[in-house]
């Protein structure tokens, strides 16, 4: 019997890849949901293409478009943000691969996990904003939560196999981003069409701009801590500008583990998708054949801040990285409309997490409160 996937976002960079694993492997895989947010074109497209039992268009404006495209079909469509919650407590899936960007992605997530659906989960800043509840949850209903990050999907690779073995450390690998070696002086110019220019991955907008300033990896921090239940010194970042180590584990042994290859999204996500099967496919490999040389050093935190941020976050815990998160949404979204300039977005996060009381052990209910707090403070900032 094929895994029914819901695809959260499959409009977005990481959907579409999901959308091209399901193709590939339509044996294994159908895609029996799929949500975009505005680009209802693309979702009409994919729901032609893939006859899903649902769809949902966050823009309630554009449910008639999306329904008149697809009356002839048996795609049932739903529409706005409260769809997407109901939507995820259905029956109809096995599978909820969590590609929305964003905080936005972090209800329906709680939703499918309430439900006891498995997840993939690529929105890392569901884990930035509520991790303690959301793997208490998952914990509580017995089900997985599959990294799709590729250097947590890297992690979670070397941890096949290793029972009850601790972890020393992990090291998360950074490709550093198109800003590499640069300086504030450099830094202070650059616009968002430079920003958006990734050296080795191809990814959405806000992600690309958060590995532009570091804070990606800030993120990544936060969000190993949860999937693999870290103390904050036992998470380290290495700079690895050519992207062919996805990260490592050292045990207690001294021993290292590291997972490896072309950097590519569709491994990651297939293998979320297939758990605990690894299905052939015909992606380029690495050849350690031709000469290369991998490289690692230590991140700049002088210029790029933002990881110092986000380990002060970490460190603080609580509510702490759900303020850092929702500070850097709002000044990521402002540099993309040319409001602020790329080095204010530290400061606007920075002058948010100051600003915010932060609280110890949050409850749900307290998390959406901060990130309000935090997002009204952010552009208070800005004056968008
Ligand atoms: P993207 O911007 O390309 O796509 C985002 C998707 O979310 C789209 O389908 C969009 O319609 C939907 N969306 C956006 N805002 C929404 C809202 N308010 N409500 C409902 N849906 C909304 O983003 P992406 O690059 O695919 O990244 C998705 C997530 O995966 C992010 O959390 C990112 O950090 C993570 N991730 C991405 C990559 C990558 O290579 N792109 C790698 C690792 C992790
Ligand atoms: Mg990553």
Same mark, same amino acid.
């Given at each position: 019997m094929s895994k029914r996937i819901a695809i959260f976002?499959?409009?977005g960079s990481v959907g579409r890849q999901a959308l091209e694993v399901i193709e590939a492997n339509s044996d294994k895989f159908t895609a029996e949901i799929l949500t975009a947010h505005t680009n209802e074109a693309l979702l009409i497209k994919q729901a032609l293409q893939f006859n899903p039992n649902i769809v949902v268009i966050g823009?309630?404006?554009k449910y008639p478009i999306v329904k008149e495209a697809l009356a002839k079909t048996n795609v049932k469509v739903f529409a706005g943000e409260k769809a997407l919650d109901e939507v995820a407590a259905m !029956?109809?899936?096995? %599978?909820? %691969?969590?590609?929305?960007?964003?905080?936005?992605? %972090?209800k329906p997530t709680l939703r499918a996990l309430d439900n006891g659906k498995h997840i993939a989960l690529a929105n890392k800043e569901t884990l930035v904003v509520a991790g303690d509840i959301v793997m208490q949850k998952a914990l509580e209903k017995k089900v997985p939560v599959i990294p799709v990050d590729s250097e947590h999907s890297a992690i979670f690779q070397c941890l096949?196999?290793?029972?009850?073995?601790?972890?020393e450390k992990i090291v998360l690998t950074a490709s550093g981003g198109p800003f590499l070696g640069k300086k504030p002086n450099y830094l202070v110019n650059v616009k968002r069409d430079h920003a958006l220019q990734h050296p080795n991955w191809s990814m959405g907008a806000k992600i690309s701009i958060d590995s532009a300033t570091l804070m990606n990896k800030g993120l990544e921090m936060i969000e190993a801590k949860w999937l693999f239940n870290l103390?904050? !010194?036992q998470i380290q970042v290495v700079v690895h500008p050519q992207s062919i180590i996805h990260s490592l584990v050292q045990f207690e042994d001294g021993s290292l583990k590291a997972q490896m290859g072309l950097p590519d999204m569709k491994l990651p996500i297939q293998y979320a998708l297939a758990f605990p099967q690894r299905i052939p496919n015909q992606f380029p490999r690495y050849d350690f054949r031709k000469p290369a040389t991998l490289t690692f050093e230590e991140p700049d935190t002088k210029t790029f801040r933002n990881l110092l941020l986000a380990t002060e976050a970490l460190r603080q815990g609580g509510n702490m990285p759900c303020i850092l998160n929702a500070a850097n949404e709002i000044a990521v979204f402002a540099f993309l409309r040319n409001r602020i300039g790329f080095l204010d977005i530290t400061e606007v996060v920075e002058q948010t997490m100051n600003k915010i009381s932060h609280i110890a052990q949050p409850t749900l209910e307290q998390y959406f409160e901060s990130d309000g707090e935090a997002r009204n403070f952010a552009a208070s900032l800005i004056q968008l």
């Open positions: 976002g499959s409009t823009d309630e404006k !029956d109809c899936y096995d %599978l909820m %691969l969590a590609a929305i960007v964003g905080y936005a992605g %972090l096949i196999g290793e029972g009850r073995n601790k972890i103390k904050p !010194d």
